[in-house]
Every structure is written in structure tokens, then in C-alpha cells.
């Protein structure tokens, strides 16, 4: 069993008493070396979160603990954010007319200079930036001041690394690599990551465990993979895979059984075969997604939406047998 390095007690944080907004009653735990991905469309409430964890607002309700130790905000701490803890903001906080090595090496004490240096070198090579120590903020792409900014954070023993949407400014080519990169420096030092991230991929890609937010409420938690393939909510569906939503009447049409509410599926479970329950459907569009196409289907004025692999075997207009293989009713 891990030990739990964070506890998160019936917290909320409320901005304006007039209208929702902040956070309400949310309560988990993190556990050491875990990866936690906060996932939510804008304004659910996942930077806030993030903020009280840290400790940088002052919360209405409920109680933070690192390692049994109470979080406290701004209203007790002079310099908010807890000493073992560091967050990496999207505007990063770095100094633009220093170096990278500079950068890095400022948050470490000059008691032992060899120390310093040598710890600073091993952060670079960590990140792949140490080709860069010599170089001025200025002179970096967006993905290599991000990585200057998580070596920075990571350079003094940091024990949980917080990112506020971390790959915001990074284009989709260095969007992985620093995916990776994050996943291997947990792995390799045992820090723990939590991160905010308004795409899903982030969270499916770099989590172990997923925190799904939805207008201040933490609605679901759990693994990738078991939050993907069972969702509770419309909202988490939509959210992680763009699932295909029909009401019981556009269910009932397509011969799926729906009593009390709505089929959701993803378009990569509707199944383009000619067998004994498969259906007559009139392909509307067809999308290039690169290795794959997702078509638009319509059938007695319902669509839907699937997956082909084989690219160019069914065109717009043409006619195809499809079962909706498995669906869920939420």
C-alpha cells in the first residue's frame, strides 16, 4: 500500500456568494508517487483546487494535510504555498533575462557550491535542457521554457510537483515528449504530480489516477482506463472521448433498449460489419483523422458517429451495415 502524502477534507472555496463559482465539499486523498490528473471544461474549478492544495487561497471549509500536517493558506503564512510543494504556473515565473542554469540554480542555497552545480546539471539532463544552460530565457520555444520551469521546480527535492495546465503553450509536435518526460521524472524520483489540464488526453496519457470537476463538484475519480471504459456521467463520457449522446426515443430508434435516460457509446464501439443485429445506415460525412476516419451515420433521422480504420472503403452517400456493439445507459 502507497502512503498518502495528501488529504483533502470537505473543502470549498467560494468567489462571489451571488453566483456558483470555486469549489464545494471535495474530499480525497494522493498517494506518493502518484500521478493526479484534475480534468474539467473551463470554469469547473480545477485551478482553484490546485491553489488550495498548495495552499495559496484561504478556504472557506475543510482542511488540507501533507502528510498529516495542515496546509495553511495566505491568511496565516506570509509567503503562501507549502515548503514541499512547488507549482509551475502557465506563465512559468521565470526570470526572462537570465540563463537556463541561472534559473535553475537560483533556488538552491550557495552552502555547497559543488552541490549546487552538480544538482543543477543532473535537473538539465533530466529535462534534456542542459544543451541550453548557457541561453537566456528569451532565446527559448514556449515546450523549452516549460521544461526550464518544471527543473526549477523539481531542483530542490520537491515532493509534489503541482502544473497548472502545463502543456497550454506547447505546441502538439513537443506535446508528448513532455508528456513522457513528466511520467519518466516521476517515476525516476518519486515526486508526485498533480496537474490541471482541460484535455482529457493529458489525463488518459500521463495519469494513475483521473479527478473529474464539473461546476465546482468533484463528480467522479478513479483510474483512466476504468473512469473511460464506465463513466457515471454524460459529462465525464463526453469529456474523455467525445461519446455519441441519444435520448430514449433516438435510442429506441436504433433498436438499443433505453428505459430511463440515455445510450452513451463511443464512436470506436459502433461496429462496421454485416451481422444478424447490424443496421442500415446512410454515411452523411466522412472525417480524416489521419491513421483513421470517423464517419457520420444516419438512420431514420438519428446520427451517429464511427470509427474506420480502412480508410476510403465507405464514402459520403454510400450505405453501411453497423451494430452499436455496447452502449451504456446514463
Not at 488529504?7 to 508517487?33: L, M, P, R, T, W
Not at 483512466?224 to 455519441?244: C, E, F, S, W
Amino acid at each position: 500500500m502507497k502512503e498518502k502524502i495528501i488529504s483533502v477534507k470537505n473543502i470549498s472555496k467560494q468567489y462571489q456568494q451571488e453566483q456558483a463559482s470555486g469549489i464545494h465539499n471535495i474530499s480525497f486523498d494522493i498517494h506518493k508517487g502518484d500521478i493526479i490528473a484534475i480534468i474539467g471544461e473551463s470554469g469547473s474549478g480545477k485551478s482553484t483546487l490546485l491553489k488550495c492544495i498548495y495552499g495559496l487561497l484561504t478556504l472557506d471549509e475543510g482542511e488540507v494535510f501533507y502528510q498529516d500536517e495542515k496546509v495553511w493558506g495566505p491568511d496565516v503564512l506570509l509567503i503562501p504555498g507549502h515548503k514541499q510543494m512547488k507549482m509551475v504556473t502557465q506563465d512559468f515565473s521565470l526570470n526572462i533575462y537570465a540563463k537556463v542554469y541561472d534559473n535553475i540554480a537560483s533556488m538552491m542555497a550557495n552552502t555547497d557550491v559543488h552541490h549546487k552545480h552538480q544538482k543543477t546539471m543532473e535537473m538539465m539532463a533530466h529535462l534534456h535542457i542542459d544543451h541550453l544552460k548557457d541561453k537566456k530565457i528569451t532565446q527559448l520555444s514556449g515546450g523549452e521554457q516549460q521544461r526550464v520551469a518544471i527543473a526549477k521546480a523539481l531542483v530542490t527535492d520537491t515532493s509534489v510537483l503541482l502544473l497548472d495546465e502545463p502543456f497550454s503553450q506547447v505546441d502538439a509536435l513537443l506535446k508528448n515528449q513532455l508528456r513522457a518526460d513528466i511520467k519518466r521524472i516521476a517515476a525516476e524520483t518519486g515526486v508526485t504530480v498533480i496537474m490541471v489540464s482541460h484535455d482529457p488526453a493529458d489525463g488518459l496519457f500521463l495519469a494513475d489516477e483521473l479527478l473529474m470537476m464539473k461546476d465546482g463538484h468533484l463528480i467522479e475519480r478513479g483510474k483512466p482506463a476504468d473512469i473511460y471504459q464506465q463513466p457515471k456521467h454524460i459529462y465525464t463520457a463526453r469529456m474523455l472521448g467525445n461519446a455519441v449522446v441519444l435520448n430514449q426515443e433516438e435510442a429506441n430508434k436504433l433498436g438499443l433498449e433505453v428505459k430511463d435516460g440515455h445510450a452513451v457509446f463511443y464512436p470506436e464501439w459502433v461496429e462496421l460489419n454485416n451481422s444478424w443485429n447490424s443496421r442500415r445506415f446512410e454515411v452523411k460525412d466522412v472525417y480524416y483523422k489521419g491513421f483513421y476516419e470517423e464517419l457520420l451515420l444516419e438512420r431514420h433521422g438519428v446520427k451517429i458517429r464511427a470509427i474506420q480504420l480502412n480508410r476510403g472503403v465507405h464514402k459520403k452517400n454510400d450505405h453501411v451495415q453497423a451494430n452499436i456493439g455496447r452502449f451504456l445507459s446514463l
